[in-house]
C-alpha cells in the first residue's frame, strides 16, 4: 500500500526537474504535460498534470522518515541539489518535537521530511502556535 498524489502545476518540464533532484530518480513516465514517478522510497505514486487554471493549493506535504539520521541525510541531499530552504532540528511543531527539512517546489508546494522525537500534548490551537509552515516557505 502506498498513497498517490497527483498535483496540478504550471510547468510539467521544471516540474519533473525538481522533483528529480528531490527523489533521485527520473519519472517512470513522462508527455508534455503529464509525468510519474513510481516511487519505492518513500513508497509514494507521484504525478504531476499540467494545469493552466487552478494549482494545487495545500498547507505543505510531508514525509515522514524513521530517525534524525534519516533526515539528516535528506537535509544533505537537498542541500546538494540546491534546494534545501530551511533545517529545523528539536523543534515543537504539531504537537509534537520534531526534527525536520523544508524544500518548495516550483509551484510553491511545501514539504517537509521529519521525525518525531517526542510526542508533546495539545495544550493550544494550533494557530496559535506558529506552526507548522516556517516562515522560510511561506507563499
Known amino acids: 500500500m502506498r498513497p498517490h498524489i497527483?498535483?496540478?502545476?504550471?510547468?510539467?518540464p521544471a516540474s519533473v526537474e525538481f522533483y528529480r533532484k528531490v527523489f533521485g530518480v527520473h519519472p517512470?513516465?513522462?508527455?508534455?504535460?503529464?509525468?510519474?514517478?513510481?516511487?519505492?522510497?518513500?513508497?509514494?505514486?507521484?504525478?504531476?498534470?499540467?494545469?493552466?487554471?487552478?494549482?494545487?493549493?495545500?498547507n505543505h506535504f510531508g514525509i515522514e522518515v524513521d530517525s534524525p539520521g534519516e533526515v539528516a541525510e535528506w537535509g544533505r541531499h537537498l542541500q546538494e541539489q540546491g534546494i534545501l530552504d530551511k533545517v529545523e532540528n528539536n523543534v515543537d511543531c504539531c504537537y509534537a518535537r520534531q526534527d525536520k527539512v523544508w524544500f518548495t517546489d516550483p509551484d510553491g508546494n511545501r514539504w517537509e521530511v521529519f521525525t518525531v522525537l517526542e510526542q508533546l500534548s495539545v495544550t493550544t490551537p494550533l494557530k496559535e502556535t506558529a506552526c507548522c509552515v516556517p516562515t522560510c516557505c511561506s507563499s
Open 6 to 12: 497527483s498535483l496540478n502545476v504550471r510547468d510539467v
Open 28 to 58: 517512470q513516465k513522462q508527455a508534455a504535460d503529464y509525468a510519474k514517478f513510481d516511487l519505492a522510497t518513500p513508497a509514494l505514486n507521484f504525478s504531476l498534470v499540467s494545469s493552466t487554471g487552478t494549482i494545487s493549493d495545500v
